[in-house]
């Protein structure tokens, strides 16, 4: 599986935009990029995903490098209910139907009031 | 829609005691998994199926866990007997066989005294 790297934390203010990265040098051809958020005391949630395009959905938005190595989960306006622990997960396109989601440790963002 | 239920939310047993969690997933979703997760750190797959057939449980240490999906609907998960290192957050998922994004359950946070 192909590996992703996030910052342990990242703190930011109530109504302000958070950039949160993540790194992913040997992401393949056939890696989409998943974003899962888990807030406190609950299982994880989808929050979006994308290939090689930006994409932008209710929730959030992600950015793509252009050469994939990297990306970004933009949350335009975050509110106190976003602090959670965000994971940053690659999954093959090519391999048949569902498949496990590999979790690394994430990104703990905490929000300030 | 109902989420994917799990019960008990938690439970407290002493080690080498057995102990059973319950998962009933969203309607319609025929692939199910059983996560594991350990304090500060992201989930693990242990088991997954599609339908009744476990397809993935590489990760299930078989020697004390037993899981079943019977009639393809709801599964359990056994632990038997439980060690103190089986003290953890049990996270149950549901998805479409066809689809990217997982469902979670709320858990069961486990703890073996």
């Known amino acids: 599986d192909a590996k992703t790297t996030q910052p342990n934390s990242m703190e930011s203010n109530e109504e302000e935009p958070v950039h949160l990265p993540c790194n992913h040098s040997?992401?393949?051809?056939?890696?989409?990029i998943h974003w899962y958020r888990q807030l406190p005391s609950q299982g994880p949630e989808y929050v979006i995903h994308g290939l090689t395009s930006n994409v932008n959905n209710r929730m959030a938005s992600l950015a793509i490098a252009e050469d994939r190595k990297s990306s970004t989960l933009i949350l335009h306006r975050a509110t106190l209910r976003d602090a959670a622990v965000y994971y940053c997960?690659?999954?093959?396109?090519?391999?048949?139907?569902?498949?496990?989601?590999?979790f690394g440790q994430g990104t703990r963002l905490t929000i300030n009031p | 829609e109902a989420g994917v239920v799990q019960s008990p939310r938690y439970k407290i047993i002493e080690k080498k005691q057995p102990v059973a969690f319950w998962c009933n997933p969203i309607s319609g979703h025929n692939t199910l998994y059983w996560y594991l997760q350990n304090l500060g750190q992201g989930p693990e797959l242990l088991i997954r199926?599609?339908?009744?057939?476990?397809?993935?449980d590489s990760q299930l240490p078989k020697d004390r866990f037993s899981a079943e999906r019977l009639k393809g609907v709801d599964s359990t998960l056994k632990i038997q007997p439980a060690e103190l290192g089986d003290s953890a957050v049990y996270l149950c998922?549901?998805?479409?066989?066809?689809?990217?994004?997982?469902?979670f359950g709320p858990g069961t946070r486990l703890t073996v005294t």
């Open positions: 040997t992401i393949s051809g056939t890696d989409y």
């Open positions: 199926y599609e339908n009744e057939e476990a397809v993935d």
């Open positions: 997960i690659l999954r093959d396109v090519f391999l048949r139907g569902a498949q496990k989601l590999v």
């Open positions: 998922a549901s998805s479409l066989e066809t689809s990217y994004e997982q469902y």
